[in-house]
């Protein structure tokens, strides 16, 4: 099975680090060559290994700020 292939295109920041240095970020990324989207997961200190995330297009972000802003955050 082959690899998946990304490149992050621009750290936006970081949400969260962890005692063993993994860090929750939002970034934009390519995933297999296919339009950016806006991604949420944990990476490993070295950006080679990743968890578990959600990927958002910018409709999918914008509706997600717009219901934060809703609930007061």
Do not use: C
Not at 2 to 18: D, V
């Amino acid at each position: 099975m082959p690899g998946i292939k990304y490149e992050i295109m621009q750290q936006i920041g970081t949400l969260s680090k962890s005692a063993s240095g993994w860090s929750k970020q939002l970034n934009l990324v390519h995933w297999n060559d296919r339009d950016p989207k806006y991604d949420i997961r944990d990476w490993s200190p070295d950006g080679e290994k990743m968890g578990k995330g959600i990927t958002l297009t910018i409709d999918e972000l914008k509706a997600l700020k717009e219901l934060l802003g809703d609930i007061g955050l």
